[in-house]
């Protein structure tokens, strides 16, 4: 059986994600349930894990699933039924590694760095991704922008038209369109001012392709 503050959170939190399909703040929940502080939040938050009544989405901030909700009458808990479909909230957060900076110029050293990027879920699609900032402008013509965060799906293949990462001769690393030019491969900008870059494939290393971009103003 629940705790009465146990079964008021979980309800709470049910009754929002069904309602706005956004999972609660902790500041939120502390309010509607009359906690003095979140670390009650994070305790009764846990105790509904333990229990099998929540489960936290990985790598997303504040968001939560309803797995299952208790049987009042009998005082027990309801098997799944199966868990509460919610749509993927607008406040869905996913931490994505931010790696540097990376040219869409000449290029430069990328792949580098420890921090992380707070990104939207609804900007990436499935597979692994991560960040880079843009240093340069030899994409603006794309729409990518000096500053920019450009949201990168690993991968190492590429088909003609695409925007990658591409790493040269494994040093440095640059972001643009790929062609196959006969035996060669060619890096197109998309700016008037720069020349495409031909390489041997051996000197080419695809490291994902452009998924997305943030803009922070």
């Keep these: ?25 902790f500041e939120e929940m502390k309010d ?29 901030a504040r968001a939560l699933e309803v797995v299952r909700m208790p049987d009042v ?45 707070p990104v939207p879920a609804a900007l990436l699609g499935p597979g692994e991704h991560y960040a880079l900032e843009v240093a340069g402008d030899s994409m603006v013509e794309e729409g990518i922008l000096d500053g920019d965060y450009a949201l990168i799906r690993k991968t190492d293949m ?9 790493l040269i001769n494994d040093e440095e690393a640059t972001l643009k369109t790929f062609r196959r030019e006969g035996t060669m491969v060619r890096l197109d900008p998309a700016n008037r001012n720069y020349d495409p870059q031909r390489y041997r494939p051996d000197q080419v290393r695809i490291q994902g392709r452009l998924a997305g971009l943030l803009r922070r103003y």
């Design 32 to 60: 509607a349930l009359d906690l003095k502080s979140k670390s009650g939040v994070h305790r009764l938050i846990s105790a509904l894990e333990e229990r099998g009544f929540l489960r936290r989405l990985p790598n997303r």
């Design 158 to 166: 590429a088909r003609d038209g695409e925007i990658v990462v591409a």
């Design 73 to 117: 009458k009998a005082g027990i808990a309801s098997q799944p039924t199966p868990p509460v479909s919610v749509p993927s909230a607008a406040n869905d957060v996913i931490e994505l590694p931010l790696h540097g900076r990376i040219a869409a110029g000449m290029p430069i050293e990328a792949l580098e760095g420890q921090s992380s990027l």
């Design 1 to 25: 059986m629940l705790t009465r503050k146990q079964h008021e959170l979980l309800t709470y939190i049910h009754d929002k994600l069904a309602e706005t399909g956004v999972s609660p703040s």
